[in-house]
């Protein structure tokens, strides 16, 4: 059973679409996180969310926005892409927010055009 | 300056020697460091993570950690083509609610 699994693996897209991406663990942790990862393989957070309240929101365009259904499920859904938000967006998941061994999904690499 | 440091590289080691990573981190009050490693087209992985001034080996790989110098290091014994990766050091700061990574050192070990 894969421990944090996201859909889709790859999203190619156009320019001014809206997209989500979801994401689901197995692992029973509180804590799940979204990253974004770069061309040059710099990871930074974006979100975090424990128990399903929003903990950490780094500065991120509010055309991104989370949303945690339960404490297993965190999706991203992102409104009006542009072209700087292709990155590979990774989900993670930890034991608690200061227990920060992460666990990272496989992946959703997007490509805006 | 950046939070968390790391040489880009790329690193090239040939196969059995040591690889030696390192890291500079910016918070003097972090607590805790992790090293992950991210093969191409793959989500990072944990491999190693570390606490406390000293040394800490696990199997191949040896972290170590200076606070004094702000400095963390990831050693890799035996360097094997299946080491090559991007490595990336991981610091959780005083507070500890945002894990802050490097950009990664890319690792190659050649046969």
């Known amino acids: 059973d894969t421990a944090v699994s996201q859909t889709p693996k790859y999203l190619v897209t156009q320019m001014g679409n809206d997209k989500s991406i979801k994401c689901e663990q197995n692992l029973g942790h509180d804590t799940m996180y979204w990253y974004k990862q770069d061309s040059k393989k710099f990871l930074k957070i974006m979100f975090s969310?424990?128990?399903?309240?929003?903990?950490i929101n780094e500065t991120v365009p509010n055309r991104f926005s989370p949303k945690s259904p339960d404490k297993a499920h965190l999706n991203l859904h992102i409104n009006s892409l542009e072209l700087g938000d292709s990155a590979v967006y990774f989900c993670?998941?930890?034991?608690?927010?200061?227990?920060?061994?992460?666990?990272f999904g496989s992946g959703t690499q997007l490509s805006v055009l | 300056q950046k939070e968390v440091e790391q040489n880009s590289g790329p690193l090239s080691v040939p196969e059995g020697a040591i690889a030696s990573l390192n890291c500079t981190y910016s918070?003097?009050?972090?607590?805790?460091f992790f090293w992950y490693r991210q093969y191409s087209g793959k989500s990072p992985e944990l491999i190693m993570f570390i606490y406390s001034n000293g040394d800490k080996e696990d199997g191949r790989f040896t972290a170590q950690l200076n606070k004094a110098s702000q400095y963390v290091s990831l050693l890799i014994r035996d360097s094997q083509p299946s080491d090559s990766a991007t490595y990336l050091c991981?610091?959780?700061?005083?507070?500890?609610?945002?894990?802050?990574f490097g950009e990664g050192t890319q690792l190659t070990v050649n046969p």
């Open positions: 991981a610091v959780l700061p005083p507070g500890g609610s945002r894990l802050t």
């Open positions: 993670a998941s930890s034991q608690d927010p200061s227990y920060e061994k992460l666990f």
């Open positions: 918070d003097r009050g972090s607590q805790s």
């Open positions: 969310y424990n128990n399903k309240e929003l903990i």
